[in-house]
């Protein structure tokens, strides 16, 4: 009986000596993870960010001055082998900056990115509600799309940026239908005002040879016959006018 009680004891001890490795094993784990976690963030630009963990789960709190940052440092943190998670509450600090100003400045920006690189074939959009972008519509590429979010990323004054943008399909026809499209347009004699623009304010969206027209034009016959001109492109199915006329108000 003694001999019993005495193994029984023993297993008890030992069991409870293992369940004690198992805990400091796992509170050294999540120290180093915290440890390699925060090398991540040794940047002046996270100076005021902290980060700990629990159970693989990366907590991120304090501040940043730009929402690039933000981002930049839950892609550091989560790159951290043992992080299974990320929890982001970090803030960005910076300049506050009134909705409206915001999407003004940033809709300018975003007009004049890509040129020269098929900014007539880019239709996103921009919408702003307490310093959080939201970019929507279509983009002709995966790089236009990272553009544009790099873009209002790193202006001051944005909040936190959400991608609602689409990935126009990569096709050789719906290739030529885009550049049969802005040939009818921007060729056009009527149309010479808005061909020497930069910004291209015409922009020409294809899906499966669908064609959205997107922007601003000066007067109503430009919309007309914008939309009669990418009609009458062969190829298309369909066409769907979206331009705005300047000084009327949107439909």
Avoid at 70 to 79: F, H, T
Avoid at 173 to 197: L, Q
């Amino acid at each position: 009986m003694t001999n019993k009680t005495s193994t029984a004891r023993g297993a008890m001890l030992a069991a409870a000596l293992l369940i004690a490795l198992c805990g400091l094993s796992l509170h050294l784990g999540a120290a180093d993870l915290g440890s390699d976690a925060a090398a991540r963030l040794n940047k002046k630009q996270y100076r005021d960010v902290k980060v700990t963990v629990n159970n693989g789960t990366a907590t991120l709190t304090g501040t940043v001055n730009l929402y690039i940052y933000k981002a930049d440092a839950v892609k550091r943190v989560s790159k951290v082998n043992g992080i299974a998670a990320v929890h982001d509450l970090i803030e960005v600090a910076g300049p506050a900056v009134p909705d409206q100003v915001l999407q003004d400045k940033l809709q300018e920006k975003l007009a004049y990115d890509r040129v020269f690189y098929g900014n007539a074939f880019n239709a996103i959009s921009l919408g702003v509600q307490n310093g959080v972008v939201t970019l929507g519509g279509h983009a002709l590429s995966y790089n236009s799309r990272d553009s544009a979010l790099g873009l209002v990323s790193i202006y001051p004054g944005v909040k936190g940026v959400v991608d609602e943008m689409q990935i126009d399909p990569v096709s050789m026809i719906d290739n030529e239908i885009r550049v049969r499209v802005y040939r009818a347009i921007y060729g056009y004699p009527m149309f010479t005002k808005y061909a020497i623009d930069p910004v291209k304010p015409i922009r020409i969206s294809v899906q499966n040879g669908n064609v959205g027209l997107y922007g601003q034009v000066d007067s109503q016959a430009d919309k007309d016959v914008a939309y009669l001109r990418a009609n009458g492109v062969p190829g298309v199915f369909s066409v769907k006018n979206y331009l705005d006329v300047a000084n009327q108000a949107h439909k």
